[in-house]
């Protein structure tokens, strides 16, 4: 089974080309205006081995607030389309990354259900 997707949005603010194929090499084309957050999508790509190819035409003389929630949108689209089935799949994973001045912590849940995002510290003893 491939597992390859292509998922084209378009709103008043973007236009939004993804094309990803899950079992690829790591080869990334990727233009969504925002130069940080390109590279941050080839590192997603080269790293996770993803092949994936972005268009984003957005209103960056606004801000680049809709071309990155957009295109992250399109993107969980395009993965979840992928994964189809989710056959050989495990349930979660989590990955933690240490990065210069920056800790980077990710969960992955593909169990479909409904999902809750906290960020909170927690003292022992009150």
């Known amino acids: 089974m491939e597992r390859k997707s292509v998922i084209e949005r378009r709103t008043k603010e973007t236009d939004i080309f993804v094309s990803l194929n899950l079992d690829g090499t790591g080869n990334a084309d990727i233009h969504t205006g925002i130069g940080f957050f390109d590279h941050m999508l080839d590192g997603f790509a080269r790293h996770g ?21 957009d295109t992250g949108i399109v993107l969980g689209q395009a993965i979840k389309e992928a994964l189809g089935d989710k056959s050989g799949i495990r349930r979660y994973g989590s990955f933690i990354l240490p990065m210069d001045d920056a800790l980077a912590f990710v969960l992955w849940i593909c169990a479909g259900g409904p999902t809750l995002a906290t960020n909170a510290n927690f003292h022992p003893n009150g």
Do not use: A, P, W
């Not at 993803?50 to 071309?67: A, M, P, Q, R």
């Open 49 to 69: 081995f993803f092949d994936i190819k972005v268009k984003v035409s957005g209103d960056l003389e606004v801000d680049g607030h809709h071309t990155v929630e």
